[in-house]
Nanobody, 114 residues
Framework: QVQLVESGGGLVQPGGSLRLSCAAS???????????MGWYRQAPGEQRKLVAV???????NYLDSVKGRFTISRDNAKNTMYLQMNNLKAEDTATYLC?????WGQGTLVTVSE
């Protein structure tokens, strides 16, 4: 059974930083290393948005509003994906979900507030 578990969310003040992790288990063989993966976010009342993606060759792409502040990375040896978020803003408040291939995590809440 494939399971993706996000962690690292929480309450942070504007300008602060958080690092999200997405740990995958139950994937057979080297599936994690060849899967496209990414982070999405969904704020209350809004549609889910793609925040960042990382391909098998480690090329990345970001939502315009997070460029220069967020960094996505992957550690294939640990079957883990990360999202480093710096200079957080109130508008970054959302539930962040990771996606590996066709699989979704349950989400971790990020709240940016004074």
């Amino acid at each position: 059974q494939v399971q993706l578990v996000e962690s690292g969310g929480g309450l942070v003040q504007p300008g602060g930083s958080l690092r999200l992790s997405c740990a995958a288990s139950g994937l057979s063989g080297d599936i994690f290393s060849i899967a496209a993966m990414g982070w999405y976010r969904q704020a209350p009342g809004e549609q889910r948005k793609l925040v960042a993606v990382i391909s098998t060759d480690a090329s990345t792409n970001y939502l315009d509003s997070v460029k220069g502040r967020f960094t996505i990375s992957r550690d294939n040896a640990k079957n883990t994906m990360y999202l480093q978020m710096n200079n957080l803003k109130a508008e970054d408040t959302a539930t962040y979900l990771c996606k590996v291939g066709p699989y979704w995590g349950q989400g971790t809440l990020v709240t940016v507030s004074e």
